[in-house]
């Protein structure tokens, strides 16, 4: 099975797929890229923007997980509120999570797997819940 690993870090759930897979890792931040390949030698790493990678190659893959970063959707962004009563501006949520929901949701054949905190906001797309994340995914 050919697996794509956006956002993969260090490589925490790559654990759970074994090594009979052709994985692809896609990690922006080159020290932690290495670190990855470290512990995953047979994976392919790409240096680069994740949500740009699967725009681009997303039908090249029969499984993707993502798991792109969470601070602006998170519910600790949204005890923010005290910083922005004192003057500080407000951010808006990273909504390149959404894309990537729909994106896979209406595009992709294969099986996928969206994964984020909890928001402080109420989803726009129904996730399912377990513990302090929330899942989207077609199985």
């Given at each position: 099975?050919?697996?794509?690993?956006?956002?993969?870090?260090?490589?925490?759930?790559?654990?759970?797929?074994?090594?009979?897979?052709?994985?692809?890792?896609?990690?922006?931040?080159?020290?932690?890229?290495?670190?990855?390949?470290?512990?995953?030698?047979?994976?392919?790493?790409?240096?680069?923007?994740?949500?740009?990678?699967?725009?681009?190659?997303?039908?090249?893959?029969?499984?993707?997980?993502?798991?792109?970063?969470?601070?602006?959707?998170?519910?600790?962004?949204?005890?923010?509120?005290?910083?922005?009563?004192?003057?500080?501006?407000?951010?808006?949520?990273?909504?390149?999570?959404?894309?990537?929901?729909?994106?896979?949701?209406?595009?992709?054949?294969?099986?996928?797997?969206?994964?984020?905190?909890?928001?402080?906001?109420?989803?726009?797309?129904p996730p399912?819940?377990?513990?302090?994340?929330?899942?989207?995914?077609?199985?």
């Amino acid at each position: 099975m050919k697996i794509l690993n956006l956002y993969c870090g260090i490589g925490c759930n790559r654990h759970l797929w074994g090594d009979e897979h052709d994985i692809t890792g896609v990690e922006l931040n080159p020290q932690i890229a290495k670190i990855y390949q470290d512990f995953f030698p047979k994976d392919e790493m790409i240096i680069g923007d994740a949500h740009e990678y699967l725009l681009k190659y997303f039908k090249l893959y029969d499984f993707i997980w993502s798991s792109p970063p969470c601070p602006t959707h998170s519910r600790m962004n949204n005890l923010n509120y005290i910083k922005i009563e004192q003057g500080q501006k407000p951010k808006y949520p990273d909504m390149r999570l959404y894309e990537e929901i729909v994106l896979l949701k209406h595009w992709f054949k294969g099986k996928y797997c969206v994964e984020n905190v909890i928001g402080y906001y109420e989803p726009l797309y129904p996730p399912q819940q377990s513990n302090n994340h929330y899942f989207w995914a077609n199985f």
